[in-house]
């Protein structure tokens, strides 16, 4: 029994299948009922718009919707809920019982960066097939790119220094693990977080908290018995209660050899200078200082003047800066070949099954994203034009020898270096470049 | 082998052991080395401060902390992983091999309201055994308690009317199963989230999308699937194209029978109305109307007006509307009896063991919520006068009999009629009733 008196449902061990909104369930019933469950459909993901004032968005969790995708079955656990609340009818639990995704899917790439109107992602499949999967899709890439996008701008304005994730206390703890693995993905050196190491291999890192030190009798005998279980190199939380004497007795502890300091608290740039200077004077030229303690990247970006060493960002980066959800939608695009749209309101979408690439100058700098038909003549694609969207999943399985986290932080990198100089600013404004509809584009 | 090209260790079946930051283990493994392991301590959560401007906070997650504290156990799988990143010594892995959480824990039952200081959770044990859990118990009070504290405002602007979630794809699929809880405890009366109907028996409804509509001929051929499917009591979704042709449509399939249209996009409180008109002159006086698209707090009190049945609220229930963390913190503030706490900055802490009660008018209005220590001469309570924590867990057993989702939600009924009426207000402001720590309260 749960705390709620109810006695839960089973749950068959990792099936995804009811991270799913309700309709879809009871559309597909509906749809199966008049046929038009069969209809070969296209349904596309993107967003109508960035983040108010972002400049771009990095698209982030495709590797984790594989991963659920392979996962979404209705065992006997999910069909016993569904029809004990009564969802769907029989003939339609049996259909589940057999479902598989068989379709396509085609999308950009972790680490691709994305504007209003790219096409993040396309499946393709029969409308019952293809309906099921709005949720699960949009769960994992809204999370997941909202927290990859605030973590890039993050990491440019470290610029270069190294920055850690230490948020997971401020989110769901599931979501945590998610987010650490987006940071990553972004140019974050490592998490606190230590389930993102075992299930994607992220780094691991950190030393201590103020309990540490509250737990000892005095600071000195806390930093002592850091130091003999993690060796000199470890960083040693300096202001539990006065910072200057903390450093002091930090260097008297571990001798100049000392890893690093950390300071969570207080005007981190002027404490830095001022730690700085003492550790200078005490000899300990090489002891780097770390800063933490809500920071964003305004923050970050504020202290490159100051002697920091790196960062530690935590609530800033789970909460998306702002910006907690990408707003991606999935929009069926086309039906039977015909483009298909929603048309009363302005939440219009462009119909039709599209492809995207990236325009650039020959010196390599970006100038607009391309979205087409795919059915239609494509633009013209000079040799310095980059396609974006690879294929993804083929006959419903997902097609091998996918990028690997580490390509795809690369893909990032060089992404981010192709962006027109004002599309790096962390100020409000604009897309970093626009997305261009061909004129040989219908609309609706 | 996942994309990143890493073999991840394996994972015991719902362990949430890993769901905690790398520091906790390296401050036990130094512990266990000089003894401090074994002093006994007093963690108290709380949150320093509300949301900007809001009123006040609402307590969720405490049963899920309750379930994954029941499941936090290193097994060979997390082990293997804690030996693989050297992240401990192998003593220490030992000792966690062992650990099973011995301590007791206190709390504000979930539904109840909190305020600035309040000490919403109190975990007592040893410091090894403590200071395990706090990331986890942070993870999950923070991320339930800030959607639960959003919910409830809406509920509050909902004045009584229908509400519904639906926000599953804007947040991390796991996350959304807790958001859908959160909110049903907050007083949402449904959620889309079939998982969360699953594992915590949470009514679940839904029928259609634009899609549905899309996927067939006409949006007449769509509404007669849906309703041979649902029956005439289904609610149609009417703004695929264009609304009042599509309450005509609706009216004509399903007769004045109809159980419900609903209104995604556009202006809804004038296309609310129109909509009644159009109903009611085609004599469909029954049928409801429910309106949807990003709508929060705010404008769902601008439509008290409207002739709006229902509300379904997606994007800024799952994001806290605007604030999607609790920021609740976990602090060290006994040990050996003696009070701690940090001292170096703005971001002082209250040290020692605290108990609460909230004082009320005789009329049943609060007054203030006095916090005070376990140790001291506690304050003088009149029968008006309500103690707020409860024994949650006793020698490391959960305490059986917890209160029900069904009576939280009544506690939280209860506790929001006893708040001053500014208090209820959206308007952003002070908290409604202030946290009073007595006089004879040593500080620090």
């Known amino acids: 029994m749960t705390s709620s008196g109810h006695a839960p449902a089973r749950r068959s061990a990792g099936s995804s299948a009811l991270f799913t909104d309700h309709y879809e369930l009871t559309m597909l019933s ?16 993107f967003a109508r718009r960035l983040p108010d004032g972002r400049r771009y968005g990095v698209v982030a969790g495709v590797d984790r919707v594989l991963d659920a995708l392979a996962n979404f079955r209705f065992d006997d656990a999910e069909l016993e809920m569904l029809a004990r609340d009564e969802v769907v009818d029989g003939e339609t639990l049996e259909w589940l019982r057999r479902y598989r995704f068989s379709g396509d ?16 992602l396309t499946v393709r499949g029969t409308f019952a097939e293809a309906v ?110 006065d910072i200057s004497r903390g450093i002091d007795t930090a260097i008297e502890v571990a001798g100049t050899g000392l890893g690093a300091i950390r300071i969570d608290s207080g005007d981190v740039g ?18 780097r200082i770390v800063v933490s303690g809500d920071l964003d990247e305004h923050a970050i970006a504020a202290l490159r003047a100051e002697p920091v060493d790196g960062y530690g960002v935590g609530t800033s980066l789970v909460t998306g800066s702002g910006a907690p959800t990408a707003s991606m939608v999935y929009k069926l695009v086309e039906v039977d070949g015909r483009p298909v749209a929603k048309r009363s309101s302005h939440k219009e979408s462009r119909g039709g099954h599209k492809e995207a690439f990236r325009r650039h100058k020959p010196t390599g700098t970006a100038i607009e994203e391309v979205v087409y038909p795919v059915d239609g003549p494509p633009p013209k694609q000079g040799e310095d034009d980059r396609p974006l969207r690879i294929p993804l999943v083929r006959d419903g399985e997902v097609v091998p020898d996918r990028p690997s986290l580490e390509d795809n932080r690369q893909r990032l990198r060089h992404a981010l270096v192709s962006v027109p100089w004002e599309g790096l ?18 609309h609706g």
Chains 1, 2 share one sequence.
């Open 30 to 45: 509906a749809a199966l009922r008049d046929g038009t469950a069969d209809r070969p459909c296209v349904f596309e993901v």
């Open 105 to 120: 899917v085609d999308g950009y790439p972790e680490g691709e960066l994305y504007f209003p109107g790219s096409p993040v």
């Open 132 to 241: 099921l999967l709005e949720t699960l899709v949009l769960s994992i890439l809204n999370h997941d790119s909202a927290i990859a996008s605030a973590a890039a701008r993050m990491v440019s304005a470290a610029n270069g220094r190294r920055i850690i994730e230490m948020g997971s206390r401020r989110t769901h703890e599931e979501s945590a693990v998610a987010a650490a693995r987006a940071a990553h993905l972004a140019g974050f050196a490592g998490t606190s977080n230590l389930e993102a190491g075992r299930r994607y291999g992220i780094p691991t890192t950190g030393t201590s908290a103020h309990s540490f030190t509250l737990v000892h009798d005095s600071e000195h005998e806390a930093f002592a018995a850091q130091v003999a279980a993690l060796g000199t190199g470890t960083t040693l939380l300096v202001d539990t209660y």
């Open 270 to 287: 002027v404490l830095a200078r001022q730690a700085r200077e003492q550790l200078d004077a005490l000899g300990a030229t090489g002891t």
């Open 425 to 442: 600013k962390l100020s409000h404004g604009e897309p970093a470049i626009p997305t261009v509809f061909p004129d040989s584009y219908g």
